[in-house]
């Protein structure tokens, strides 16, 4: 039964991998192998030699000679345990989405405009390079690239000019997101799963990020394509949509900002405080909006044309809820391999099989290159999946430098490709850039960043 799991689980990651070639959205064979896995191991619980206890992190002694209710109580209990962890993520992500369609709303990302006053090329790359880094670990590397190509849209005419500026600013937007507990999907799966602490994680990635991003700019300066200026006569200089624009964009990313705070002061999940700045940002919205705040009404007509108006009800509809979904199905689909200590498993063998590099991690000897070939493998499959096998396959304690290590791979790797990092894949199709044009041309900036990271990284960590 056990091959049958991993059988179903390899031929929905194949489905999530090739999802732009056969057309399916990626949110649907997540679901899909989550809830058949489940099911094989509901209805075959008794052919299961092992079972592995997540809260523990090790494996269940006896596990073979309990009764079948007993493994059927047990299944249910570890079932309900991955989902409460993965809901902490999802309910995090739904405040931290809604906070900044709030701040779109009011049209707040338009105030970075202001930054941009120089026409030269390569003042521009480094303009952009400069605020990917810092918005994405504020508002997460996904959002951030969004709204900056939307930006460099409106300033940048040429595409051909444009692509190259929107493949620096996906590797700038990646590097930034790995030091931020908020900045990375992955990285915010470490942070809630108490595997990195707000100010260890600062200290072992912020000048290994740093460096990912600056190389990479700093070698393309001097490319063809960032010489001279650009040809146009004045910038766009297009009025706010709302008087409150700068207010909420500042008001927004503090709030966001504030919740790693939060937890440290109260110890209370990051959730928590996420849905106390939204609630605070909420206020404000509502207020600036001069729209009457309700949470429902019993009359449907009033609340359609409230859910109109309100920058809540708007932005709650805008929210991206396959992604939400995607992440639901795919973790839920890997603690299925978890539970079966399947994961465990693996991670003994690559402890005993991969060479150490001349170093090695604290704890059970993690090579390095094993991490690195994670980060490498994220530039190909999907990172969220990677990391939270991580999760289940290693048991170093809260900030050992393993987990720093896989969030700064996993984070930057998938800057390799441009199918390889949720900003990648967005920026490809706001801008329709050729997944060959980018292997040849980005690659290369992309890797040699990483790499140049990952020596860095051996650096920091042994001052800690």
């Known amino acids: 039964m056990e091959n049958v799991i991993i059988l179903v689980f390899v031929f929905g990651y194949l489905a999530i991998t090739l999802e732009h070639s056969i057309k399916i959205d990626k949110l649907i064979p997540a679901l899909v192998m989550m809830a058949i896995s489940w ?27 309990l009764a079948h209710e007993s493994k059927m109580h047990l299944m249910e209990e570890t079932l309900l345990h991955h989902l409460g962890k993965t809901a902490e993520i999802l309910v995090f992500l739904l405040g931290a989405m809604t906070i900044v369609e709030i701040i779109d709303y009011f049209d707040g990302f338009s105030t970075i405009k202001s930054f941009i006053k120089t026409k030269k090329k390569s003042k521009i790359l480094w303009i952009f390079c400069i605020l990917a880094f810092i918005l994405s670990a504020i508002i997460d590397n996904l959002t951030a690239t969004i709204v900056l190509i939307s930006i460099l849209q409106k300033i940048v005419k040429d595409r051909d000019v444009r692509i190259w500026y929107a493949g620096l600013i996906i590797i700038a937007a990646n590097a930034g997101g790995a030091w931020s507990p908020i900045g990375d999907v992955t990285t915010t799966m470490l942070w809630i799963g108490n595997k990195v602490s707000v100010g260890h994680l600062f200290g072992y990635l912020f000048l290994p990020s740093l460096i990912c991003m600056l190389v990479p700019a700093f070698i393309a300066s001097y490319m063809p394509a960032f010489k001279g200026y650009l040809e146009v006569d004045n910038f766009p200089q297009e009025k706010p949509k709302s008087k409150f624009s700068a207010t909420m964009l500042y008001l927004g990313l503090g709030a966001i900002v504030f919740v790693p705070v939060f937890k440290v002061i109260t110890h209370l999940p990051p959730y928590v405080g996420m849905m106390l700045s939204l609630g605070v940002v909420a206020i404000f919205a509502e207020i600036y909006s001069n729209s009457k705040f309700s949470i429902s009404s019993h009359d449907s007509e009033e609340h359609d044309q409230h859910a109109h108006h309100s920058p809540v009800h708007h932005s709650l509809s805008k929210i ?76 170093e304690p809260m900030d050992n430098e393993l987990w720093h290590f896989i969030a700064y791979s996993a984070g930057t790797g998938g800057s390799m490709l441009i199918i390889g990092s949720a900003a990648g894949v967005v920026a490809m199709g706001m801008e329709k850039i050729d997944f060959f044009w980018y292997v040849k041309k980005i690659s290369w900036l992309a890797l040699i960043g990483f790499l140049a990271g990952a020596v860095v990284f051996m650096f920091t960590r042994t001052l800690f």
């Open 320 to 395: 991206e809820l396959p992604s939400i979904l995607f992440f639901l199905g795919i973790l839920l689909a890997v603690a299925a391999l978890e539970s079966l200590g399947i994961l465990f498993g693996f991670a003994g063998t690559l402890q005993e099989t991969m060479p150490m590099l001349g170093t090695e991690l604290h704890g059970e000897g993690v090579s390095d290159l094993v991490i690195l070939l994670l980060g490498v493998g994220s530039a190909v499959i999907d990172n969220v999946p990677l990391v939270a096998a991580s999760l289940g396959m290693f048991s």
């Open 39 to 65: 099911a094989l191991i509901s209805l075959g619980i008794d052919s299961f030699s092992e079972w592995f206890d997540s809260a523990n992190h090790g494996l269940v002694e006896g596990f073979s000679d």
